[in-house]
């Protein structure tokens, strides 16, 4: 299973930023898909995830801001990023938990760098 994000760059504090990643690879289904975000000096935090029944989770710094959504079609997930504050830079991760056969899996994308900065 392979995940690749696409997106990041850099953006001014305000402005606006989405992320797409996509899952591709050998898999029944996905049961969760989400983005994490790694800040230098910092663990690894959740920022988004949305289950295949479409049921959505956000961090608490982010709630109001950033929007998940899903395309089960395309095995994609996006996120809108709106209001974004020079706190909200780190490296971005994509993650999705895939069905094979019977067990699930965790898979992790290649991450991206969001910058905000004026």
């Known amino acids: 299973v392979q995940l690749q994000a696409f997106g990041g760059g850099l953006v001014q504090p305000g402005g606006s930023l989405r992320l797409s990643c996509a899952a591709s690879g050998s898999f029944f289904s996905i049961n969760r898909m989400g983005w994490y975000r790694q800040a230098p000096g910092k663990q690894r935090e959740l920022v988004a995830t949305?289950?295949?029944?479409?049921?959505?989770d956000y961090a608490d710094s982010v709630k109001g801001r950033f929007t998940i959504s899903g395309d089960n079609a395309k095995n994609t997930v996006y996120l809108q990023m709106n209001s974004l504050k020079p706190e909200d830079t780190a490296v971005y991760y994509c993650?999705?938990?895939?069905?094979?056969?019977?067990?699930?899996?965790?898979?992790w994308g290649q991450g991206t760098q969001v910058t905000v900065s004026s």
């Open positions: 949305i289950s295949s029944d479409g049921t959505t």
């Open positions: 993650s999705a938990r895939v069905l094979i056969t019977t067990a699930l899996y965790v898979y």
